[in-house]
Nanobody, 123 residues
Framework: QVQLVESGGGLVQAGASLRLSCTVSGRTGSGYGAAWFRQAPGKEREFVAAVGWSGFNTYYSDSVKGRFTISRDNAKNTVDLQMNSLKPEDTAVYYC????????????????WGQGTQVTVSS
C-alpha cells in the first residue's frame, strides 16, 4: 500500500500563489509516478499535472500550463505543485495521486489517492 497526504491548501485572492505538497509513504518499490488532480463543486475530477519517476519529465493540462509547476524530491518522498497566477476557476479540492506501475506520462490512471486539500481563489 501507498499512502499520500496533501497539505498547503487555503484561501487566496486571484493572482496570488500557493504551493501544495504531497508526502508519499509506504511500499513505493523502486519508484512511482505522481500527479495532481482537482475536483470543483459539481464537476468531475480533472487531471492537472504529472511528473515521471525521475522528476525530469512533466505533463500539464492546458488550463494550468505556464502557471503551475509540478516537482518532486525523491529523497524526501514529496511531490509539490507550485501554483502561480491563480484564478477563481482554479477553486477545487486538489488531490495527489501515485502509481507504482509504469504507464505513459499522459495516462490518467492512478492507483493511490490522498484525501485532498481545498484551494479557494476569490475574485
Amino acid at each position: 500500500q501507498v499512502q499520500l497526504v496533501e497539505s498547503g491548501g487555503g484561501l487566496v485572492q486571484a493572482g496570488a500563489s500557493l504551493r501544495l505538497s504531497c508526502t508519499v509513504s509506504g511500499r513505493t518499490g523502486s519508484g512511482y509516478g505522481a500527479a495532481w488532480f482537482r475536483q470543483a463543486p459539481g464537476k468531475e475530477r480533472e487531471f492537472v499535472a504529472a511528473v515521471g519517476w525521475s522528476g525530469f519529465n512533466t505533463y500539464y493540462s492546458d488550463s494550468v500550463k505556464g502557471r503551475f509547476t509540478i516537482s518532486r524530491d525523491n529523497a524526501k518522498n514529496t511531490v509539490d505543485l507550485q501554483m502561480n497566477s491563480l484564478k477563481p476557476e482554479d477553486t477545487a479540492v486538489y488531490y495527489c495521486a501515485a502509481r507504482v506501475v509504469a504507464r505513459p506520462l499522459g495516462s490518467t490512471q492512478y492507483d493511490y489517492w490522498g484525501q485532498g486539500t481545498q484551494v479557494t481563489v476569490s475574485s
